[in-house]
């Protein structure tokens, strides 16, 4: 888009369209005073019963609760503790377990995967079948809370009074959508909490971040409160981490079909840091730049959320001239800031070369597509884990198989169309592709992994 800012109303309610990183840095970052509130969510908090998504809730002390005891269990220094690291390595050496095995099914594993490695993380609770019941109840109730948001499908959030019709007035459908979505939310982002503490006074629960922020508690203060808080913040975790990490991952393999060049050269450096028949640890982070420039590319060329959640303000202000009245809606245009051919030239291509100097290494100088994950004090608090969850996966797949285009029956070469499904969060329309090992060793290698 040619203009900076676009202001737009609706139904009287102001919107300000930002399509330019001076404008999402200047306003979202600098006055994050001003423009860290959130709008009310009447679909999805209020009718679907997620009060609780802390991502979505107004900017105050209750906000700050949750986002706090996210940050101190995963954030140090910019980077995740370790405590996490053995679950993010156990998925993925399942992953490349189940990609051996059927390599056809590879969108399938590595669902489960990005699925069962949060649930992990967030409740202990290991998913030991493909159909496991909390993953099937976070992809319901994930794709209810994502039709929830998009903007303009329901009105009663622009006329919250509409939430007091009865469901059965004509037009007030909506009504049973939150109903079922309600169910979902609830047996996916809340019910598991009630299994770890049934777990914790059986003794018997596995290491997690609800019975490690659960053993944590202060005694003397408000047990319900931290409860409650343990409780949002774990259901966000498993849910908004599993959805689009696993739609990162079939982006990933997207690109390493559409540019083979890259998957070689991504190869070429694993083999000469790591050596033939090895796939990469978090040690060995900073010997493989390109591998981690893969991984921002992966961010930046197809993103996910093309319009990041909406940020609301909460007091008069001006930018360049332009008056911004408090309760202003501010959405931020992800995809013109990361698809800015000036700061990424060619930017339709998937080129990881992007992020490096003329020494191989990465460049400090070139920017950090982090906008993927947000903005301001609202930025996902998990991009850090996200980042490690993909660097890891595509590592260890890169270093043990070959992926390459498929080849149906008469010989012809299978192109994926490399399009995206519309909507608030875009995902990659399924495609055929062939995954073998690129060696007897590396098949070997994932066989005998624990």
């Not at 109303?9 to 404008?23: H, R, W, Y």
């Amino acid at each position: 888009m040619d203009s900076e800012i676009i202001y737009l109303d609706v139904l009287g309610t102001p919107i300000v369209v930002l399509n330019s990183f001076e404008a999402v840095t200047e306003l979202l970052e600098k006055r994050a005073a001003v423009y860290s509130d959130r709008p009310r969510f009447v679909m999805v908090q209020e009718l679907m019963g997620w009060a609780g998504a802390f991502s979505l809730m107004p900017y105050g002390s209750f906000w700050r609760s949750h986002r706090r005891l996210f940050s101190c269990e995963f954030v140090t220094q910019g980077k995740g503790p370790a405590w996490h690291h053995p679950h993010l390595i156990r998925g993925v050496n399942e992953a490349l377990r189940r990609l051996l095995e059927s390599p056809d099914q590879w969108m399938t594993h590595l669902r489960h995967q990005a699925s069962a490695t949060i649930l992990e993380i967030a409740y202990g609770i290991r998913a030991e079948k493909d159909q496991d019941p909390h993953i099937r109840a976070a992809e319901l109730g994930m794709k209810y809370t994502s039709d929830g948001l998009t903007p303009g499908r329901y009105l009663v959030d622009t006329l919250p009074w509409l939430r007091f019709v009865p469901a059965w007035v004509p037009g007030a459908s909506f009504q049973a959508v939150g109903r079922e979505g309600r169910k979902f939310i609830k047996a996916a982002f809340s019910d598991p909490f009630d299994e770890v503490t049934e777990a914790i006074a059986s003794g018997t629960a596995n290491p997690s971040f609800t019975a490690r922020c659960l053993e944590k508690m202060d005694q003397d203060g408000d047990i319900a409160y931290q409860q409650l808080v343990i409780r949002n913040v774990a259901g966000v975790l498993f849910g908004a981490a599993s959805d689009t990490t696993a739609l990162t991952f079939n982006t990933f393999i997207l690109a390493m079909v559409k540019y083979p060049e890259v998957q070689v050269k991504a190869q070429q450096e694993l083999d000469t840091v790591l050596g033939p028949d090895h796939i990469p640890s978090f040690a060995d982070r900073e010997s493989l730049p390109y591998l981690s420039a893969v991984v921002k590319e992966c961010l930046r060329w197809e993103v996910l959320l093309p319009f990041s959640a909406p940020h609301r303000s909460i007091a008069d202000d001006v930018y360049k001239g332009y008056h911004i009245p408090a309760g202003t809606l501010i959405l931020p245009n992800t995809w013109a800031v990361l698809q800015d051919e000036s700061v990424y030239p060619d930017a339709r291509t998937f080129n990881p070369d992007r992020y490096l100097d003329k020494e191989g290494k990465l460049d400090s100088s070139i920017r950090d597509p982090e906008a993927a994950f947000g903005y301001g004090r609202r930025i996902c608090p998990g991009r850090h884990m996200a980042r490690e969850s993909i660097w890891l996966t595509a590592g260890s797949i890169l270093a043990c198989f070959h992926i390459e285009k498929y080849v149906d029956l008469h010989g012809n070469v299978v192109e994926p169309s490399g399009k995206y499904s519309p909507g608030l969060v875009r995902a990659p329309e399924s495609f055929p592709c062939i995954i073998k090992p690129r060696s007897k060793e590396c098949a070997d290698l994932i066989k005998a992994l624990s």
